[in-house]
């Protein structure tokens, strides 16, 4: 039996292959960790567009960009959406421009940036290409005034 602790081995070069082959840490090692997908986002209930804030949610941490409560966070925002193989055709549609779940979904290669291509954690900040140091928490900000804080699709 395999801990739970106990990360699988990243097979080289897994980004290439199909998103539903991919193990259980091949698919979180995809992650860039951006947190452009903890900003929360406005949809236009007219057009279906999607409008990024620069309001992340209260579980982001500003600096490393990851989630505070990654393994529990939808205990503490419920509407949190687990991405996984089945559930990206649903919902790809509200990620970044840059994510390398979209990219790889739309059969589009990672960008050089990537952590995955680079072999360095820190080059998606250096690119500029993450949230750190530039978002405002959930809780600062009346939800009414999130439309203040629309952003650039990313």
């Known amino acids: 039996m395999k801990s739970s602790n106990v990360r699988e081995a990243l097979r080289p070069g897994f980004w290439n292959r ?24 406005l949809e236009d209930a007219d057009t279906g567009e999607i409008y990024f804030t620069r309001i992340s949610c209260r579980l982001l941490d500003d600096h490393s960009c990851r989630c505070t409560q990654y393994e529990n966070r939808k205990t503490f925002v419920p509407e949190c959406v687990v991405l996984t193989p089945k559930t990206i ?12 779940y979209k990219l790889l979904h739309e059969g589009k290669p990672l960008f050089d ?8 954690p820190e080059s998606v900040h250096r690119a500029d290409e993450s949230v750190r140091g530039w978002t405002l928490p ?17």
Do not use: Q, R
Not at 20 to 28: I, R, Y
């Open 18 to 41: 199909p998103l539903d082959t991919l193990t259980a840490s091949e698919w979180e090692a995809l992650c860039d960790g951006c947190g452009k997908c903890c900003l929360n986002k």
């Open 138 to 154: 959930e809780f600062e900000v009346a939800e009414e005034e999130w439309e203040d804080h629309i952003i650039e699709d990313l």
């Open 89 to 100: 055709d649903k919902v790809a549609y509200w990620l970044p421009s840059t994510c390398a």
């Open 113 to 120: 940036w990537h952590p995955l291509i680079s072999g360095d």
